[in-house]
């Protein structure tokens, strides 16, 4: 059968969530899949990027790291969206990124694949479930197959989000568990996708 196809599509300001999505796309790449890493359009002001000198460096550091388009979700046979936390809610540009996706859904090129999130927030009780399940609206409405770790791996149960992996990122940068947490999700993430894809295949 052929590999499952998956884009980790992800924004970040300071690279907590980069470091997610690094580490989930070299599990699902382990697990066989083609894997897209892409970032979504950074859409802050430059001044309000060059006011936080960690914002600006990350920024340049991840400038070879390719943005994220519509064919990469028409690609996809699974999708693993990564955000920061804000005011309880994705990134902006995560929803800039979606809100361009209307064509897609409209021809109903957005069901059927699987869909999982992770975040960071810099505290625990910051918002990280709000942010996940307000990602998980738009996989409803585009008919998606929502992928969450649950409980199902001895990780999750460190790792404490059934939602998605969620990093307090006002504890220092992902470490274990953060990252095996990553890494899991990642791997169900394939497992189910390529249960899919022979199914539908067969
Ligand atoms: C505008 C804004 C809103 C934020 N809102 C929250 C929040 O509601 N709860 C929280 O714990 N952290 C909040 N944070 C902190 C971010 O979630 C945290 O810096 C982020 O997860 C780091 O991820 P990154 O390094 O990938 O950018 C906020 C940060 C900004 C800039």
Request: charged share 20%; glycine share 8%; aromatic share 8%.
């Amino acid at each position: 059968m052929e590999p499952v196809n998956v884009a980790i599509i992800y924004y970040s300001s300071t690279g907590t969530v980069h470091t997610l999505a690094e580490a989930a796309a070299e599990a699902a790449e382990k697990a066989g899949a083609d894997v897209r890493l892409r970032k979504v359009t950074e859409t802050a002001p430059p001044r309000s990027v060059a006011a936080r000198p960690e914002w600006a460096r990350h920024l340049e550091e991840t400038a070879d790291i390719a943005e994220a388009g519509h064919h990469d979700l028409e690609w996809a046979d699974a999708v693993l969206f990564g955000t920061p936390t804000r005011f309880g809610n994705p990134a902006s540009q995560v929803r800039a990124f979606i809100d361009t996706t209307g064509p897609l859904w409209f021809q109903g090129k957005l069901a059927d694949k699987v869909y999982s999130a992770f975040t960071a927030s810099n505290t625990a009780h910051g918002g990280q479930e709000s942010t996940l399940l307000a990602l998980a609206n738009t996989f409803y409405h585009w008919g998606g197959i929502i992928v969450p770790p649950g409980y199902t791996d001895p990780v999750q149960f460190q790792s404490g989000n059934p939602y998605g992996t969620s990093h307090v990122a006002g504890d220092g940068p992902p470490g274990e568990p953060s990252l095996q947490a990553a890494r899991y999700q990642a791997r169900r993430v394939v497992d189910t996708a390529a249960q899919l894809k022979a199914g539908r295949a067969a």
